[in-house]
Nanobody
């Protein structure tokens, strides 16, 4: 019923930039919070940044001042602009969203993940 599709990961040198995108599709009535998370092998998934439907944002301390989360509500899409990337930002990045369907049910959905690799 609902799908989150991510794009924009890849390999970049330290100090470079990448922009991630995540689009929600399906029988959607509305999308509440949307966020980006990251997970290294053997570690727990951690929050990178989150944005509410009204545009309020919250960031992990490690990315404040370097990453910017934004969204296009008309397209049910969330973005993550990542600047001044560091090798320690290397991870699989996942998009997550709270989605309300046309039948008023709620889905907490995840994307498939996109690899971000920062070389030193």
């Amino acid at each position: 019923q609902v799908q989150l599709v991510e794009s924009g990961g890849g390999l970049v040198q330290a100090g470079g930039s990448l922009r991630l995108s995540c689009a929600a599709s399906g029988t959607i009535r509305s999308v509440s919070a949307m966020g980006w998370y990251r997970q290294a092998p053997g570690k727990q998934r951690e929050l990178v940044a989150v944005i509410t439907s009204s545009g309020n944002t919250n960031y992990a301390d490690a990315v404040k001042g370097r990453f910017t989360i934004s969204r296009d509500n008309a397209k049910n899409t969330v973005y993550l602009q990542m600047n001044s990337l560091k090798p320690e930002d290397t991870d699989v990045y996942y998009c997550g969203a709270t989605i309300w369907l046309l039948n008023w049910s709620r889905r907490d959905s995840w994307g498939q993940g996109t690899q971000v690799t920062v070389s030193s």
